[in-house]
């Protein structure tokens, strides 16, 4: 449903679109979204309390760093991988002995469409 949605979505949006299938209470649509984050799957963007598919491909190790642009004029999003960035980070932490347990890195602005 996330993936074709086009969308992020929230968890009362999963739920409202799957009511007409039997699911009633929004206790299992986060239950089951834990369950996808927890296997990276989705990804949670905080910005808007909303879910999206990860789009990295399978076999390939899943960076640490996610980031994702969010156009604010149509809403969509654009996850992305920059070594560089994720190597800034973890050189950061390391050297301030802070110990990384999860990133996401949000960017809004407009997409080419939009500007």
């Known amino acids: 449903m996330l993936e074709?949605?086009?969308?992020?979505?929230?968890?009362?949006s999963i739920l409202d679109r799957l009511r007409s299938h039997g699911l009633k209470a929004p206790l299992q649509v986060y239950r089951a979204l834990d369950k996808l984050l927890e296997h990276g799957?989705?990804?949670?963007l905080e910005s808007m309390n909303a879910f999206v598919c990860c789009h990295s491909r399978h076999g390939q190790i899943h960076p640490r760093i996610t980031a994702f642009e969010i156009c604010e004029a149509c809403g969509k999003v654009?996850?992305?991988?920059?070594?560089?960035?994720e190597d800034a980070l973890v050189k950061h932490a390391r050297r301030s002995g802070f110990k990384i347990r999860a990133t996401?890195?949000?960017?809004?602005?407009?997409?080419?469409?939009?500007?």
Do not use: M, N, W
């Open 41 to 44: 799957r989705v990804h949670r």
């Open 104 to 115: 996401t890195i949000e960017v809004h602005g407009l997409c080419a469409d939009c500007h």
């Open 4 to 12: 074709s949605s086009g969308q992020p979505l929230s968890a009362y």
């Open 78 to 85: 654009d996850e992305f991988h920059d070594p560089k960035v």
